[in-house]
């Protein structure tokens, strides 16, 4: 797989929050296309801005999610306070487990607890 790439308005406003919230660096930009990875040598999100971009839709409706991502952290509870700083805004969901926001452009995602197998997150 090289990346995963989420359509928006605006790439570099969406590339811009995920840089701060997953800590990489915006590793590449051209017209069009803006990726945030570990490395410029590493796969990572690339963001791609569309006319016309419609928001998904939490938990369902039209358009419904295409997708979300899943992001590790030590504290859920703490963490809740700096990505919504970022940008990110609550969505509502029963699981009491893990928390589920959206970014700017609309695109779900989830603060899950760092399972035990996982590598110290710092």
Same mark, same amino acid.
């Given at each position: 797989m090289h990346h995963v790439v &989420?359509?928006?308005a605006d790439a570099e406003e969406l590339a811009g929050f995920y840089s701060a919230l997953l800590g990489f660096p915006i590793t590449y930009r051209s017209p069009g296309w803006v #990726? %945030?990875?570990e490395n410029e040598h590493s796969s990572g999100l690339a963001f791609q801005p569309v006319e016309?971009? &419609?928001p998904p839709v939490w938990p369902e409706g039209s358009p419904g999610q295409q997708l979300h991502? !899943? &992001?590790m952290v030590? !504290? #859920?509870d703490a963490a809740d306070e700096w990505v919504v700083s970022l940008g990110a805004r609550r969505l509502p969901t029963d !699981?009491? #487990?893990h928390a %589920?926001?959206?970014d700017p452009a609309g695109h779900p995602f989830c &603060?899950?607890?760092?399972p035990g197998w996982a590598p110290r997150i710092d």
């Amino acid at each position: 797989m090289h990346h995963v790439v &989420l359509n928006c308005a605006d790439a570099e406003e969406l590339a811009g929050f995920y840089s701060a919230l997953l800590g990489f660096p915006i590793t590449y930009r051209s017209p069009g296309w803006v #990726v %945030v990875a570990e490395n410029e040598h590493s796969s990572g999100l690339a963001f791609q801005p569309v006319e016309h971009y &419609l928001p998904p839709v939490w938990p369902e409706g039209s358009p419904g999610q295409q997708l979300h991502l !899943d &992001l590790m952290v030590s !504290d #859920v509870d703490a963490a809740d306070e700096w990505v919504v700083s970022l940008g990110a805004r609550r969505l509502p969901t029963d !699981d009491t #487990v893990h928390a %589920v926001y959206a970014d700017p452009a609309g695109h779900p995602f989830c &603060l899950i607890p760092k399972p035990g197998w996982a590598p110290r997150i710092d």
